[in-house]
């Protein structure tokens, strides 16, 4: 005949009882502060030391002021291109875009109206 205790030991009290049962948890319990210890002696060894950083925000900061720079130096050039105010109406009418849209992808393809219409469209 079947019953509880067989399949259930720590109802059988006894060593394997609700004292077994209590040895593990602490023992888990333990394995899970040892896994901690090493994560924060991991996290510990890996600071960020305040001159390491001060060189990486340097170097940032220069990257960001030299593509300002190029962003800047490209606006100019593309300012001096000459656009015919026909090609920007064409653009905006046909690709139904706004002014200054249609002005920009003319002012990029050199004022090239077909260039710029190809590239609006893909």
Request: without cysteine.
């Amino acid at each position: 005949m079947w019953s509880w205790m067989e399949t259930e030991p720590w109802l059988r009290g006894g060593s394997d009882g609700a004292g077994g049962r209590a040895a593990e948890k602490p023992r888990k319990h333990d394995s899970g502060a040892a896994d901690l210890e090493r994560v924060t002696d991991y996290a510990e060894e890996k600071e960020i030391q305040s001159s390491n950083l001060e060189t990486a925000m340097s170097v940032i900061g220069d990257r960001r002021s030299r593509e300002q720079k190029a962003k800047q130096e490209r606006e100019k050039e593309l300012a001096k291109v000459t656009i015919k105010k026909e090609d920007l109406e064409l653009i905006m009418t046909e690709m139904e875009i706004s002014r200054a849209a249609a002005e920009r992808s003319l002012r990029e393809h050199m004022g090239n109206v077909v260039e710029a219409l190809i590239t609006l469209t893909n």
